[in-house]
């Protein structure tokens, strides 16, 4: 059997997420369901796929200082600090993100987002151009799964396209969050 290889992934997943689809991805984390960030329609299809209300926001990743600019006019200088001095994958909520679909920012006008290194999704993004969404690969109220083969089925059947990636490792823990308000009020919401 051939190994996957991540340049052909890439390719795969940007042509499901270009057509409007949703994908399953390896994270910095945990698996990933995730699309164009500034596409409301996919977004919708994760919320209907995770049986989620769409008051409950989902996360986008990024991948340089260029993507962060883009989303948000105004960015604390203790952002950077934070994402600098993390050791673990940080997710940071901030204040009035712009240029993504309006389904993905949550109702007090914040977006939670995280720049990542991961090299798959790293690289997917440098082809978007575009932010990523990424929420855990569970139904709502469900157990986040720490493993491909955890995947509840209704998942794995929901998507557009499943990366052969990193099916046999265990994730990492989600994310670290913090909240930073242009106010520069720093809260922990989850360590």
Known sequence: MNTPDINTEVH???EAIKNG???LYPTDTVWGIGCDATN?????????LKQREETKSMIV???SDRLLYNVFKEIPDVAFQIMDLSEKPTTLIL?????VAPNIIALDKTLGI????????FKLMERMKKPLVSTSANISGQPTPTS???IDHHILDGVDYIVNLHHEKTAAKPSTIIKIGNNLQVKVIRP
């Open 12 to 14: 795969n997943a940007f």
């Open 21 to 23: 689809g949703i994908i």
């Open 40 to 48: 409301p329609e996919a977004v919708k299809k994760i919320y209907a």
């Open 61 to 63: 990743l990024m991948n």
């Open 95 to 99: 204040d009035n993100p712009r240029n």
């Open 114 to 121: 995280r720049m990542v290194k991961e090299p798959f999704c």
């Open 148 to 150: 491909f083969k955890e």
